[in-house]
């Protein structure tokens, strides 16, 4: 609970800069781990008064470090604040460093010497609840590098992503389940027409009697091997077999074709539906009024939460602040295919906060976390502006 940091005066740019490292070595990477949620409240100032109280939770190492840095840094800015009354205060951060600065943002702005104090993040892991988050977009810049998979990485977007996946692989089961049925229906029908073939080889041989048909060894063979279908329902008894399916019912009895009914399962499926909204009906425990309420068993109103809860109680962290995201595009005269160019475009857009609620898998999502992607990233981007500037630049002089 005690990240590494320095505190730098830049007498070029009149501020003080506050650096905080990410997680690198094995007690970083715990604190980074201890990801359980604590209250967290910011106090808004305005004027030096209190104008509101935003209240939330956020992720406990990273607070835990975000308080420690704080009563180690704040003697000293106060010292350098009057030393130096001009100078702002900047907090940059890169990872777990970004959390943490982010939140130690909000603690020095509850201080009046340090109300105009801001941030940026680089690489920003999700360390907060929605208000808390929202109400940082003022003072907090987070900035993500194409698919970094870290701002997304929480407790409930693990969760989702877990369930997708056990829903995903359940349908491979009955996909396959559904496979092996056609496979062996196709072989007992692949199996009933060969004996079929050799009843009719056989007859060939023997002239029939005029009141005979060719068709009784071939019923007596076919009785034996009617199978259901894989949708139907099947009594098999002595003597006695019923095949019954949602288009076709065929009774068989001492192995002579009685009668084809249609669709006599519709009385069990009539019955089934009953049973079923039956129980829907039972196990409703709320109801809706005109307004759009939800009402318990009581009566009771339940007032809509405000942030969102997985079904293991775990609430929804997501990263601070404004965020930026920059995002690679190829560039318009290349063809699909051609993989990744050196002339890609570098695209920088303000995104949606809830966008950051889903983890999104990628080939790259762990290589584009690192700050030298950042970097590499960020170099393309300003080489890209100053091209579109050089024009513009050009035809002003002109």
Known sequence: MQPSFALVCDKRTKCFLLFI????????????????????????????????????????????????????????????????????IKVIGHSMGAGIGAILTYILREHYEFSSCSCLAFAPPACMTWELAESGKEFITSLVNRNDVVPSFSKVSMESLRSEVMVSSKLDDVQDHFDHGLFSSISQRVAFFRSHMLSISHSTGKIADHNSSISEPLLKNSADRIQPPANGYSIDRRGQQVVASEERVTLVVNNEDVTSVKSAVSGFTSQEDSDSNGALDTQQSSTTTNDGEVLNQNGTRNDKQKEPISASGSRQFLPPGRIIHMVAQPPPDSTPGEGTSSNEIIGIYETPRDLYGKIRLAPNMIKEHYMPSYISTMESLLEQLQKDDVPHQTTCEL
């Open 21 to 88: 490292r990410g997680a690198i070595s094995t007690k970083e990477r715990l604190t980074a781990a201890t990801a359980a949620e604590v209250p967290f409240h910011h106090i808004i100032l305005s004027e030096g008064q209190i104008s509101n109280v935003v209240l939330g939770y956020a992720h406990c190492g990273m607070l835990a470090g975000a308080r420690w840095i704080a009563r180690l840094a704040i003697p000293h800015l106060h010292n350098k604040i009057q030393e130096f009354p001009g100078y702002q």
